[in-house]
T-cell receptor, first 117, second 114 residues
Framework: NAGVTQTPKFQVLKTGQSMTLQCAQD?????MYWYRQDPGMGLRLIYY???????DKGEVPNGYNVSRLNKREFSLRLESAAPSQTSVYFC????????????????FGEGSWLTVV | AQSVTQPDIHITVSEGASLELRCNYS??????LFWYVQSPGQGLQLLLK??????LVQGIKGFEAEFKRSQSSFNLRKPSVHWSDAAEYFC????????????FGTGTRLKVLA
């Protein structure tokens, strides 16, 4: 009963380093999301994938890339990390592309704490 | 524009006391409304959601929320708070703003005094 699993849980990077956050869901969901959470700013959408084979930018995509590897997996890559990318990252999924508009529940992973020094 | 406002950043209550967390939304029609809870070091978990029908919605862990169209509010309540309810609570709207996303409030952090 894993739901949404993301790795790693914690990571410290030096400025300019790259890394990939991995995410997998086992609920046969079509749509997946990457959010970042910062104090006082709530959750902000970085990228989403409405269905396998598609990805689109969210509110704060700069400095990130994503790959929808298959229906289960959606990875987030930081090509050249910056201190402004220090944050908690959440992967999430919903049944289909209509998302919240049709009342789909969005399911979250447990988060990845990333510090860029 | 669609938006969600949680006016209280922090709330402190004593264990056993009642709780109300406020949420106001801006939306052109009746939206889907959600409340999520985030325990320390964890992801967000759905407490309850509303779209239509009875304006009082029951959720998990003894929480309920009331939709008031006239006030554009969807406040979360619990009659008696337990120490384990200490967490951050997020209100969200299921939006139609073109990116299939959910609009989250900035959260209310609840502290429970023993």
């Amino acid at each position: 009963n894993a739901g949404v699993t993301q790795t790693p849980k914690f990571q410290v990077l030096k400025t300019g380093q790259s890394m990939t956050l991995q995410c997998a869901q086992d609920m046969n969901h079509n749509s997946m999301y990457w959010y970042r959470q910062d104090p006082g700013m709530g959750l902000r959408l970085i990228y989403y994938s409405a269905s396998e084979g598609t990805t689109d930018k969210g509110e704060v995509p700069n400095g990130y890339n994503v790959s929808r590897l298959n229906k289960r997996e959606f990875s987030l890559r930081l090509e050249s990390a910056a201190p402004s990318q220090t944050s908690v990252y959440f992967c999430a999924s919903t049944l289909d592309w209509t998302g919240g508009y049709s009342g789909n529940t969005i399911y979250f992973g447990e988060g990845s704490w990333l510090t860029v020094v | 524009a669609q938006s969600v406002t949680q006016p209280d950043i922090h709330i402190t209550v004593s264990e056993g006391a009642s709780l109300e967390l406020r949420c106001n939304y801006s939306y052109g029609a009746t939206p889907y409304l959600f409340w999520y809870v985030q325990s320390p070091g964890q992801g967000l978990q759905l407490l309850l959601k509303y779209f239509s029908g009875d304006t009082l919605v029951q959720g998990i862990k003894g929480f309920e929320a009331e939709f008031k169209r006239s006030q554009s509010s969807f406040n979360l309540r619990k009659p008696s708070v337990h120490w384990s309810d200490a967490a951050e609570y997020f209100c969200a709207v299921g939006a139609t703003s073109g990116t299939y996303k959910y609009i989250f409030g900035t959260g209310t952090r609840l502290k429970v005094l023993a």
